[in-house]
């Protein structure tokens, strides 16, 4: 399979792409859910799966909350959310309009995953604006725990892990500082419907 493997050149193109995606309208989402201006930055491609495990500090936090959502149909890509436990219940008392949540209960998971779902609705409006692609979005799931306990179980429903990509994006809050990841997984061959999209 490592002839379909992306070059540099394609990444570069690819992380552009999804930047612009986010940028229209899932940054602008996640903005107008938390009330203030919300600050993003494609960090980084990684070519397996595999190699999530090594992204930075903020991601490897013990105890993380995340949303793992997954599209089907005319293409297939994943989308996993995670944050530190501070910053979910912050966005949750947001949500519920409440000054502050000492733990997660059902209906704060809840409002967490809802999070995860508008944001991924937005990118993928935004991806079949641009390439005709229809996709059909999974419910969000939600779970605490380490990554490197959740990931691979997650990936599973939908990837092989040896043969993936993860693109990872860190949106901010302006105000706030609360620190969202949102890491894009997809295979090389659904990457590069992204790269040439039959219109």
Not at 50 to 68: H, T
Request: hydrophobic share 40%; charged share 20%; net charge negative.
């Amino acid at each position: 399979m490592t002839t379909n493997v992306l070059d540099q050149v394609e990444v570069n193109v690819l992380e552009g792409v999804l930047d612009s995606y986010i940028t229209q309208k899932t940054s602008v989402a996640l903005s107008s859910l938390l009330g203030e201006s919300v600050n993003h930055v494609v960090k980084q491609t990684h070519m397996e799966i595999s190699k999530i495990g090594n992204v930075d500090n903020v991601i490897k936090e013990i105890v993380a909350c995340s949303v793992f959502l997954h599209g089907g149909g005319d293409i297939r890509l994943g989308i996993l959310y995670t944050m530190p436990e501070q910053s979910a219940k912050e966005i949750a008392a947001k949500l519920m309009c409440i000054d502050k949540i000492d733990s997660l209960d059902d209906m704060s998971k809840s409002a967490i995953s809802e999070v995860g779902n508008i944001m991924s609705g937005s990118f993928f409006n935004a991806l079949a604006d641009h390439t005709g692609l229809k996709v059909e979005l999974s419910t969000p799931d939600f779970a605490m725990t380490s990554l490197a306990a959740l990931l691979e179980p997650h990936a599973s429903e939908f990837v092989c892990p040896t043969g993936d990509m993860v693109t990872e994006v860190e949106f901010t809050g302006k105000d706030s500082g609360l620190l969202l990841h949102m890491l894009i997984i997809q295979d090389y061959d659904n990457a590069k419907k992204l790269l040439n999209p039959e219109r």
